[in-house]
């Protein structure tokens, strides 16, 4: 496919660029955050790459044994060089569904964040052992 564009000095040159290269920029719905998630005897452990995110803006939940991140992002930047200024301001919102891989207690859940990363110290339920239950037999003779 060929496609001509007339040269104008007001031409921003990738105005039109996400509709020729969808595939180049990625996803357009929003930035989702990469998630590790590993345990050890007593806890799970998510960490998540919350970089320039305010954690003021993020919520976390846990509701059946499934861990939901989700929150806003806004990124600015600003170039002022010269005779030239640009100004671009991103915003979104990112949401993040995790099921656990075993059985937690959401409400002793811990998160802090440290250099960009969000971690989440989510403590195990120990598993209840199955018990046997005997039938008593009432039948009358």
Not at 117 to 135: A, F, G, N, Q
């Amino acid at each position: 496919m060929t496609r001509l564009v007339r040269w104008s000095p007001f031409f921003d040159g990738f105005e039109d660029f996400d509709e020729l290269f969808p595939s180049v920029r990625g996803d357009k719905s929003g930035f989702v955050p990469a998630v590790d998630m590993y345990q050890d005897e007593k806890n799970v452990i998510v960490e998540a790459q919350m970089a320039g995110i305010d954690p003021e803006d993020v919520s976390i939940s846990i509701e059946n044994d499934v861990l939901v991140i989700k929150g806003e992002s806004e990124k600015t930047s600003e170039v002022d060089d010269k005779n030239y200024y640009k100004k671009e301001i991103k915003r979104g919102s990112f949401f993040r569904s995790i099921p656990l891989p075993t059985k937690v207690d959401g409400e002793k859940a811990d998160a802090e964040t440290c250099d960009g990363v969000l971690k989440i110290v989510i403590p195990k339920i120990s598993e209840v052992k199955s018990k046997t239950i005997k039938i008593k037999n009432k039948n009358k003779k």
